[in-house]
């Protein structure tokens, strides 16, 4: 199978202006772990989690926006990409999720490891 095929079309994603809080309230409606950060043009420019979320509030309380503590090298994937490549990449890096990007870097899903575990064991 490729991402495509297991990838959540339901991509939950903030801007880069916004301020970290409402990253925090997104977060905690608890739909997922992971924000895809879009600049004003839509296009995939960064990632964030509770993680780091909860890092900006230990390590330096003057931080104020999303483009402040997200990670830029973000780890992504395509529709087309075989499932399997997909999972490495998750392993290799210690992440759970890979936002699904097309040829323009604009997200049109996101995979998670739960939707890999939904290749076994048949759960839906
Ligand atoms: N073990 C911890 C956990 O499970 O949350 C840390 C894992 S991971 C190293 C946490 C960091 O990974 C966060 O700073 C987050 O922004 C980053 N991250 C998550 N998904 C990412 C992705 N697809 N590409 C790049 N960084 C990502």
Do not use: C, W
């Amino acid at each position: 199978p490729r991402v495509r095929d297991i990838m959540n079309r339901q991509v939950i994603s903030i801007t880069e202006d916004e301020e970290i809080r409402v990253a925090a309230k997104r977060l905690l409606r608890g739909e997922t772990n992971h924000l895809p950060v879009l600049d004003g043009n839509g296009m995939l420019v960064g990632i964030i989690t509770t993680y780091d979320v909860s890092k900006a509030v230990v390590t330096d309380g003057r931080l104020r926006q999303v483009k402040d503590i997200m990670t830029r090298n973000v780890i992504k994937t395509t529709p087309d990409e075989p499932v399997d490549v997909a999972a490495q990449k998750l392993e290799q890096n210690n992440i759970s999720a890979l936002p699904v990007v097309d040829a323009t870097n604009r997200v049109v899903g996101i995979l998670s490891a739960i939707d890999l575990g939904k290749l076994f064991g048949g759960r839906r």
